[in-house]
């Protein structure tokens, strides 16, 4: 079975920092494309950041410069650090798996909150 867990959400102040990570299991973890999104109530969800297995990687331009995907492959595990964080940022942040580049479907971790308030 296939299983993304994202941790590491909470409540912080503006300007303070917060580290995602998802564990996952079920899937060859290296071949698949790892993308964070999130979404606030009444919005679409958003993508956030992805990175491929060699660690190329893609921003939103509201997180670039704030914020950085990492993943490792030995531990088939993706994190995203968030600094400098803005009452903006506020929403459930997701896990997600991409395996269209091997002709597999995606997969979604269940959610983590982030508010960010004073």
């Known amino acids: 079975q296939v299983q993304l867990v994202e941790s590491g959400g909470g409540l912080v102040q503006p300007g303070g920092s917060l580290t995602l990570s998802c564990a996952t299991s079920g899937i060859s973890f290296r071949i698949y494309v790892m993308g964070w999104y999130r979404q606030a109530p009444g919005k679409q969800r958003e993508l956030v950041a992805d990175?491929?297995?060699?660690?190329?990687?893609n921003y939103a331009d509201s997180v670039k410069g704030r914020f950085t995907i990492s993943r490792d492959n030995a531990k088939n595990t993706v994190y995203l650090q968030m600094n400098s964080l803005k009452p903006e940022d506020t929403a459930v942040y997701y896990c997600k798996a991409d395996g269209r580049l091997v002709g597999r479907i995606g997969y979604w971790g269940q959610g983590t909150q982030v508010t960010v308030s004073s």
């Open positions: 990175i491929t297995s060699d660690g190329s990687t």
